[in-house]
């Protein structure tokens, strides 16, 4: 495995492997790698691709008063991790080498990024459009794997790709959870012992969200108590946003027709996690 740390060095390893007739899967990510990680890691080298991880905590999509500072950066034990999972290749440029002296462009999807993680967090998503086209100029690979815990992102990164053309393929991944439910997130790490059980009070919601539609509720104002009563019952627990919503325009629906998204935000203590589930369909 190696790993590369400026863009460069993927400039010569990259086209080494497609030389090979290797494709190429890329997995964007922060670090503090966890199961969820790993799992998109599993999907591209099922494709059979030349994986390459990137490890960038990426300035552009935190707002000011947000955890860039704090956010975990273990790269030794990430590096370990990818080595363990069979990664060709661990890209961890530093910021100087993403956002170099006079960078000064930015990408700006417009639509699903009005809404949730959106509105809640000003210019994120701009920080995200931008890094990830970035990553994908650099690697050129013929996937990117994405996962589903970041369903409006998977969103975003999708329009975007087919906004400007980006010849390559997005693969979605299910949200990987612990073993009592709680979504995997390198955030997870900020919980103090009594707020990591209260957190699992969002994975309790999107399953009562679950239950009542096959119980027969169908309209969003139901669906919508069903998930606040929940979380509500939590004192450790605050509502950022619950959104009902349709999974392709991320616009709130009316009454369920097939498939609906329930997306969370909420706090807990000062840590904010995000989950969501997919109901419907033949779910
Ligand atoms: P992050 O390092 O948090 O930016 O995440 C990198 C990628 O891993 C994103 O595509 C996330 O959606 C995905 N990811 C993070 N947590 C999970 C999870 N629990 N299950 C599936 N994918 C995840």
Avoid: W
Avoid at 40 to 67: A, C, R
Avoid at 76 to 84: N, P, S
Avoid at 253 to 267: E, Y
């Amino acid at each position: 495995m190696e790993v590369a740390k400026r863009i460069e060095d993927l400039r010569r390893i990259i086209p080494a492997a497609k030389q090979e007739g290797r494709t190429v899967g890329l997995v964007p990510t922060m670090g503090a790698l966890h199961a969820g990680h790993l799992s998109l890691i599993q999907n591209s080298k099922e494709h059979g691709d030349f994986t390459v991880v990137s490890v960038f905590v990426n300035p552009t999509q935190f707002g000011p008063n947000e955890d860039y500072a704090r956010y975990p950066r273990p790269i030794e034990a990430d590096i370990e991790k990818c080595r363990e999972a069979g990664v060709d290749v661990v890209f961890a440029p530093s910021v100087d080498v993403m956002y170099p002296e006079g960078f000064g462009t930015y990408v700006d999807v417009e639509g699903v990024t009005s809404m949730l993680e959106g509105a809640a967090r000003p210019g994120h998503f701009r920080g995200v459009a931008t890094v990830v086209l970035k990553l994908f100029a650099a690697v050129e690979p013929t996937r990117a794997y994405f996962g589903m815990k970041d369903y409006q992102q998977l969103k975003v990164i999708e329009k975007m790709v087919r906004d400007l053309n980006v010849k390559l393929e997005i693969v979605p991944a299910p949200i990987f959870r612990e073993p009592d439910g709680l979504a995997m997130s390198s955030r997870n790490a900020y919980l103090k012992p009594e707020e990591r059980q209260a957190a699992l009070v969002l994975y309790r919601a999107l399953n009562a969200a679950k239950e009542a539609v096959k119980n027969g509720t169908k309209d969003s104002a139901g669906i919508y108590r069903a998930v606040s009563d929940i979380i509500e019952a939590e004192p450790l627990a605050e509502i950022d946003y619950v959104a009902v919503i349709d999974p392709e325009t991320l616009a709130p629906i009316d009454k369920m027709v097939d498939k609906v998204l329930v997306a969370l935000a909420v706090r807990i203590g000062s840590v904010r996690l995000i989950d969501n589930m997919l109901i419907g369909g033949n779910k």
